[in-house]
């Protein structure tokens, strides 16, 4: 057996990829764009396996999915490929639209021609997993209950906007041609192989390189933190059980405001590496102007996949971040290697200039 993993090159992607293989004999295949936030080194370990093959390409390439999907002929497909930065999506909307909405309908639409080629018992078996977020349900105030899977979509930003999208097309497929779907809607996401685009990775090599520690507004916003190999087992048990045209709100109670976050990965650095002069990390955070339309707190509500499929969460939140900015310390190659020119150039985009 096999499956086909689209993204399976970015960060919660490479994860699912590599933990997948540590708990499955079936092949994987890995389509992957490579755009800048896709990355081959995150997946070295497993290049010479003879379960995992890797392929250029985009998902709105409908031509090439359905080469791959009748070569390979995949019991299910996950769908992880997507434009992921909110800041990203503000600069430039443009590549949000064109992969995660026009993408995901070309997605859509070689997955329905090869379900409905398929004998009666792959029809049944065939699985289509959306791999979506909490954003698409926009933002809380502080004493609103956590988001279900009922909550209304209200998205903010162009790419929650564009996730929503997606949703709603894969939503559409199951309910107008009865394609075999799966959503899952999960909170941010932390651990190895994060681009340090990201809150909680460029807090960490900013303050390895002694440089701003850039907090957006009061730094008071609330996000729900989930170690990304959570999400992963998440997903594996979804696939494995999760009811067909049902969405699964995936999250590990862990609420914090956006400073706290950043004190604690100080906090750890100030213990497994301290700064020369003796001084604290905390020392480098800068209030800079807050993002435009900022979410001021996402919260899962995560009772449905935890009563109906039996998942929880491994990690806490202290294990969790722990062991990530351990990894970081360990692999300082990794991000040396991310720091091109592209990366320089987007810091200087979205924090040149941008005071408090
Ligand atoms: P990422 O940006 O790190 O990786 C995205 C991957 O998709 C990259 O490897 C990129 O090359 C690939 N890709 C982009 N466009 C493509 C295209 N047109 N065709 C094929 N491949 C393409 O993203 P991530 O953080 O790993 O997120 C993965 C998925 O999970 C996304 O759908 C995202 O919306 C969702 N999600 C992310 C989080 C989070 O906290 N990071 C939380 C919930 C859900
Ligand atoms: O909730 C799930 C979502 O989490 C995913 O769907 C997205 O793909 C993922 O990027 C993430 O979105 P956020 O916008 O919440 O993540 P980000 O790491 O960009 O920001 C987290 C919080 O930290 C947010 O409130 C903005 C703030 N922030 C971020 C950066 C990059 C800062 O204060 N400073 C920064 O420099």
Known sequence: MTILVTGGAGFIGSNFVLDWLDHSDEAVIN??????????????????????VFVHGDIGDSALIGRLLAEHQPRAILNFAAESHVDRSIHGPGDFIETNIVGT???????????????????????????????VYGSLSKDEPAFTENHRYEPNS??????????HLVRAYHHTYGLPVLTTNCSNNYG????????IPLMIVNALAGKPLPVYGDGQQIRDWLYVKDHCSAIRRVLEAGALGETYNIGGWNEKPNLDIVHM??????????????????????YVADRP?????YAIDARKIERELGWKPAETFETGIRKTVQWYLDNPDWTADIQS????????????????
């Open 31 to 52: 389509l992957d764009k490579l755009t800048y936030a896709g990355n081959l080194a995150n997946l070295v370990s497993i290049e010479r396996s003879q379960q995992y």
């Open 105 to 135: 309908f070309h997605l859509l639409e070689a997955v329905r021609a090869y379900w409905s080629r398929l004998s009666p018992d792959g029809q049944r078996s065939l699985r289509f997993l959306h791999v979506s977020t909490d954003e």
């Open 158 to 167: 162009p790419y929650s906007a564009s996730k929503a999208a997606s949703d």
């Open 192 to 199: 190895p192989y994060h681009f340090p685009e990201k809150l």
């Open 265 to 286: 990965v100080c906090a750890i650095l100030d213990e497994l590496k301290p700064r020369a002069d003796g001084r604290a990390y905390r020392a480098q955070i800068t």
């Open 293 to 297: 339309g900022h979410d001021r707190r």
């Open 341 to 356: 020119g592209a990366y320089r150039e987007w810091v200087e985009k979205n924090y040149t200039g941008r005071t408090a």
